[in-house]
């Protein structure tokens, strides 16, 4: 069965703060995405990566980075969290393309 | 620039109706529209549509994408309360390495 899990259900974190968000997938896919996702604006892609050490731009990518060092782990990580980062994050793994994605249970960040 | 619309916002009907959601986009190099349902945290696949005119059917959902008029419609008959969740619309285009774009959703909420 098909897996995507991700390190936090609720995480609660001060603003100026460095957050990891982790999220692991067990299908050996070779992509895998971040989105946040906020009322009224659906999901948002952050970043992307297509392989191990591997990663792309989305299109909100300000204020975030990540890292992928093994092909089953996508790190999102908040440098320094401000409040406007507050919201749903979900991770998503692909064998190839885009249309077949599976998303985690998501992260519900709020930095105060 | 690329944008997905989604209409209505929320929607609230009783068991044992149908209802059609809404799907518009502005997408260049357009190569599928996707539909998904988000119950709880995280979304699930429904269809992927590529050509004009074709339906897809599973079950009591069925959906169909108009490329000349740029919208897709999701119809959901005799609804059920599990069929409440937020049913989002996206969009994957053609790219390098093609990306998503997702519309805000439509909340259904089926009252016994």
């Known amino acids: 069965d098909v897996k995507v899990t991700q390190s936090s259900r609720y995480l609660v974190k001060r603003t100026g703060e460095k957050v990891f968000l982790e999220c692991v997938q067990d299908m050996d896919h070779e992509n895998m995405f971040w989105y946040r996702q906020d009322p009224g604006l659906g999901l948002r892609l952050i970043y992307f990566?297509?392989?191990?050490?591997?990663?792309e731009k989305g299109d909100i990518p300000e204020g975030y980075s990540v890292s992928r060092e093994k092909k089953e782990r996508f790190s999102l990580i908040l440098e320094s969290a401000s409040t406007n980062q507050t919201s749903m994050y979900l991770c998503?793994?692909?064998?190839?393309?885009?249309?077949?994605?599976?998303f985690g249970p998501g992260t519900r960040l709020t930095v105060t | 620039e690329d944008k997905v619309v989604q209409s209505p916002l929320s929607l609230v009907v009783h068991e044992g109706d149908t209802v059609t959601l809404n799907c518009s986009y502005e997408?260049?190099?357009?190569?599928?529209l996707l539909w998904y349902k988000q119950e709880k945290k995280a979304p699930t696949f429904l269809f992927m549509l590529t050509s004009s005119g074709i339906e897809k059917k599973s079950g009591r959902l069925s959906s169909i994408l108009d490329k000349k008029e740029l919208f897709s419609i999701l119809n959901i008959t005799a609804t059920q309360t599990g069929d409440s969740a937020i049913y989002l619309c996206a969009v994957e285009r053609r790219t390098s390495y093609d990306k998503v774009i997702f519309g805000p959703g439509t909340s259904l909420s089926v009252i016994p």
């Open positions: 990566s297509y392989d191990v050490k591997m990663k």
């Open positions: 997408v260049t190099n357009f190569r599928s």
């Open positions: 998503a793994s692909a064998l190839d393309g885009l249309y077949e994605q599976y």
